[in-house]
Nanobody
Framework: QVQLVESGGGLVQPGGSLRLTCAAS????????MAWYRQAPGKQREFVAI???????NYSDSVKGRFAISCDNAKNTMYLQMFSLKPEDTAVYYC??????????WGQGTQITVSS
């Protein structure tokens, strides 16, 4: 079993920056991919960014060039550095981890509100 804890959300003005952290804990697991998703009110959850254990990254077009995903494999921790935030980035952000046996785990989510 893997537990995920997200932190770093909050209220930020348009054009501002935030960094999210997702820490994975548990025992007997090997992470293959870590990802961020988000869900805005009234919308479906959508993909934001993903990073493999080898450091290969991919981003949704809506955040490419503004967000940067990274991870510390030794700490089983993932980060999402967000720049130039827009009101349309407002959502609950979830971290997701896939382990070697294929299971996918989700965090509880953290709210980001971009508003003046």
């Amino acid at each position: 079993q893997v537990q995920l804890v997200e932190s770093g959300g909050g209220l930020v003005q348009p054009g501002g920056s935030l960094r999210l952290t997702c820490a994975a804990s548990g025992s007997g697991f090997t992470i293959t991919n870590m990802a961020w998703y988000r869900q805005a009110p009234g919308k479906q959850r959508e993909f934001v960014a993903i990073i493999s254990r080898r450091g290969i990254t991919n981003y949704s077009d809506s955040v490419k060039g503004r967000f940067a995903i990274s991870c510390d494999n030794a700490k089983n921790t993932m980060y999402l550095q967000m720049f130039s935030l827009k009101p349309e980035d407002t959502a609950v952000y979830y971290c997701s981890v896939q382990v070697l046996l294929g299971q996918v785990y989700w965090g509880q989510g953290t709210q980001i509100t971009v508003s003046s």
